[in-house]
């Protein structure tokens, strides 16, 4: 298992432990999925197709996670292995993030960092060094030319740090923050321009028509998720 769990003792936080992932065929949405691409293919009228760039068009993978990186993961590097660390300010951040990095093949731990946060951190590993070396100038993070968002990326974005507020949609980034993330988000049809928040600096997605172009791309809720901190799909 690529769960390592808790470090140094410390209690999980609620809603774990984390469940074992089912297979794909039964994964949580996927089976709706699948029944709104028959339906599509044979010509019904659901009002609805497959989003291009969508969780539900590609597989996960480990280029996924540039999408933590847009938001406040952190990476580092040590010799031929990298990491990733993000703190997250919710339990069912801490499960839903850990089910993803799960899926994969990420060893993957947690633990407490006060006021009700937790981090979470894979382990130093070879697969992620590609990815983490791009992001890093000495050791400063900044988005690589190649840098782009797809549904998986932007899902993990706003399961580690996307909330929302008043009907919109907010993604927050770590302290340094780069036009390429807006180029990205514009190019996936999600134009928007940070804003000052509680919490640091977020992209604002606002408007019925870009709200349900973000819940088309992030997909469904994973079933540990308050429904009222999931955009709905209109």
Do not use: C
């Not at 933590?68 to 997250?88: D, F, K, Q």
């Not at 006021?115 to 590609?130: E, W």
């Amino acid at each position: 298992m690529p769960l390592t769990g808790p470090v140094d003792g410390e209690s999980v936080p609620g809603l774990f432990p984390a469940p074992e992932l089912a297979p794909p065929a039964t994964r949580g949405g996927a089976e709706r999925a699948t029944r709104r691409g028959v339906a599509t293919a044979r010509g019904d009228d659901t009002g609805r197709q497959l989003a291009f760039f969508g969780t539900e068009a590609t597989e996960p993978t480990v280029a996924d996670l540039a999408g933590l990186l847009a938001g406040p993961a952190e990476g580092s590097v040590m010799g031929g292995t990298a990491r990733l660390a993000v703190v997250v300010d919710a339990a069912w951040r801490v499960h839903a993030l850990v089910a993803e990095l799960e899926a994969r093949d990420l060893p993957t731990s947690w633990a407490a960092a006060g006021g009700g946060r937790h981090t979470v951190r894979t382990a130093y590993t070879r697969v992620l060094k590609p990815l983490v070396a791009a992001w890093l100038h000495g050791s400063a993070k900044h988005p690589p030319d190649a840098f782009h968002l797809g549904g998986r990326g932007l899902r993990l974005w706003f399961v580690a740090a996307g909330s929302v507020a008043d009907s919109d949609v907010l993604l927050r980034l770590g302290p340094a923050i780069h036009q390429r993330v807006g180029a990205a988000l514009a190019a996936v049809g999600l134009p928007a321009v940070p804003e000052p928040g509680p919490d640091g600096l977020a992209y604002r997605i606002t408007g019925r028509r870009l709200l349900n172009r973000f819940a088309e791309l992030v997909g469904d809720p994973p079933s540990t998720v308050p429904r009222t901190a999931w955009p709905d799909r209109g």
